[in-house]
């Protein structure tokens, strides 16, 4: 069983960066593919970003791509969200997931393992 913890949310202006963070344990953190996606009332979880265990490629979603970087550190168990240029509509919770698998999923349904979410707010 893989617990997330996500971290480093927070309030800032448009253009500001961001940073935020994921911790993962009980699990074997190298095999798992990791993803961001995010979330805004009424909606369903959005893919953001994923990285998959083995090669460190990553994805992004078109709406993310240029502005936001997903990185992941095996030896820490940590993934992580660089955001730069933010954008209000990029205002949401932020989760971390996690799963095992050939390919790198793009919907919540390809993930089994979650943080509990961490509020980003871009003001304009």
């Known amino acids: 069983q893989v617990q997330l913890v996500e971290s480093g949310g927070g309030l800032v202006q448009a253009g500001d960066s961001l940073r935020v963070s994921c911790a993962a344990s009980?699990?074997?953190?190298?095999?798992?593919?990791m993803a961001w996606f995010r979330q805004t009332p009424g909606k369903e979880r959005e893919f953001v970003a994923a990285?998959?265990?083995?090669?460190?490629?990553?994805y992004y979603a078109d709406s993310v791509k240029g502005r936001f970087t997903i990185s992941r550190d095996n030896a820490r168990n940590t993934v992580a969200l660089q955001m730069n240029s933010l954008r209000p509509e990029d205002t949401a919770v932020y989760y971390c997931?996690?799963?095992?698998?050939?390919?790198?999923?793009?919907?919540?349904?390809?993930?089994?393992?979650w943080g509990q979410g961490t509020q980003v707010t871009v003001s304009s």
């Open positions: 990285i998959n265990g083995r090669y460190f490629r990553t």
């Open positions: 997931a996690a799963d095992v698998g050939g390919g790198v999923g793009r919907s919540q349904y390809d993930y089994n393992y």
């Open positions: 009980g699990g074997t953190f190298t095999i798992y593919n």
